[in-house]
């Protein structure tokens, strides 16, 4: 019991000490500015593609249902 209990303490430990570490090593480096590339042409990713995705989901997931609720076999023999 006493080891679990260690277990549970260096476990919960290293979760608290985790993002501290990370945030050291964060402002130790040199300060970096990142820069966007310029682009000459515009993409356009909105459109009908996010409904079609969104049909394509609620169909698989439809789908997904009426699979599950299908079982008529009986288990027993």
């Known amino acids: 019991m006493n ?3 260690l ?7 290293s979760l ?3 993002p ?4 050291a090593v964060n402002s130790a ?4 500015e990142r820069l966007g590339a310029n682009s000459s042409s515009s ?3 909105e ?8 049909l394509l ?3 698989a997931v439809i789908a997904g249902i009426i699979i599950i609720a299908d079982d008529d076999d009986p288990t027993s023999p």
């Open 3 to 5: 080891l679990g209990k």
């Open 7 to 13: 277990a549970a303490g260096i476990a919960a430990v």
């Open 16 to 18: 608290v000490a985790a």
């Open 20 to 23: 501290v570490a990370a945030q």
């Open 29 to 32: 480096a040199p300060a970096v």
């Open 43 to 45: 993409e356009k990713l």
């Open 47 to 54: 459109g009908s593609n996010g409904i079609l995705i969104a």
């Open 57 to 59: 989901a609620a169909a």
